[in-house]
């Protein structure tokens, strides 16, 4: 089992959401990653590294961004979540952004 960490635009997503079986759905899907995080997609481009895990909800589309990362210890950066319509467009300015800031 992968440690599961949050970084602040996942985390202010999963507390904006009021409807408790989404809540329960994205625990669950969070839970599954954790178990085996190579169960999600695998991007390329500008978002090698990252994988994306989809979930459906009542017939709409929920996406989650997250990173591996097992240098030393396994561990798994939920990066971002959210409806699929322009998830991926929020997903490469959030890497963008942080990779400028841990560039600076």
């Not at 625990?27 to 169960?39: E, L, Q």
């Amino acid at each position: 089992m992968y440690q599961i960490r949050i970084a602040p635009g996942a985390s202010r997503y999963f507390k904006k959401i009021k409807n408790k079986n989404l809540k329960n759905a994205f625990k669950n899907a969070v839970v599954d990653i954790g178990k085996d995080p190579y169960i999600g997609d695998a991007k390329t481009g500008d978002l090698t590294g990252v994988y994306c895990y989809d979930l459906r909800h009542k017939g709409i589309s929920y996406e989650i961004a997250y990173t591996i990362i097992e240098h030393t210890d396994k561990i798994v950066v939920i990066v971002l979540a959210g409806t699929r319509g322009d998830f991926y467009t929020q997903l490469k300015r959030y890497i963008k952004n942080t990779h400028t800031t841990l560039d600076s």
